[in-house]
DNA sequence: ACGTTGATTGTTCGC
DNA sequence: GCGAACAATCAACGT
């Protein structure tokens, strides 16, 4: 399997790039994860570079257990609410009659 | 219905 | 500002 590991870009079909309101996502466990540990990585490792951090930072994210990983899990469940909403609002205008443009 | 894929999310650092 | 490793994700499309 070719799992491309670098800004994979549109070119097989391009298909959710056609939404209208484009609904983006959500942030993952991750995203909330390196929120906290950035401060506390850096802070470990003092003039430590993006690669270092980066890869540390993954190892000790799976590092974690599961039950350790629950707040970053709820504060990605939680983001992903805020998607729904925004898919919600998107699906709204979607389905609705009218196109409106918010100006 | 199930599977694949693509798009996205945020961090750090350098230039 | 973006790109790239790091991981998750997950929703829509495809068959």
New binding site residues.
């Given amino acids: ?1 070719a799992k ?16 209208p309101n ?10 909330f994860f ?2 906290e540990q ?1 401060e506390t990585v ?1 802070s470990e490792n003092p003039g ?4 270092q ?3 540390l ?3 000790r ?2 590092a974690l257990s599961a039950k350790d990983k629950i707040p970053y ?1 709820t504060r ?2 939680q983001d ?1 609410k805020r ?2 909403d925004e ?1 919600a609002s ?2 709204a205008n979607g389905s609705a009659d009218f196109e409106e443009e918010e100006e």
């Fill in positions: 399997m491309e590991t670098k800004t994979r870009k549109a070119k097989t079909a391009g298909r959710r790039k056609k939404d484009a609904p983006k996502r959500s942030l993952s466990a991750y995203m390196a929120n950035r850096r430590i570079a993006f690669g951090v980066g890869k930072l993954g190892e994210w799976k899990e990605a469940a992903k998607y729904e898919k998107y699906l």
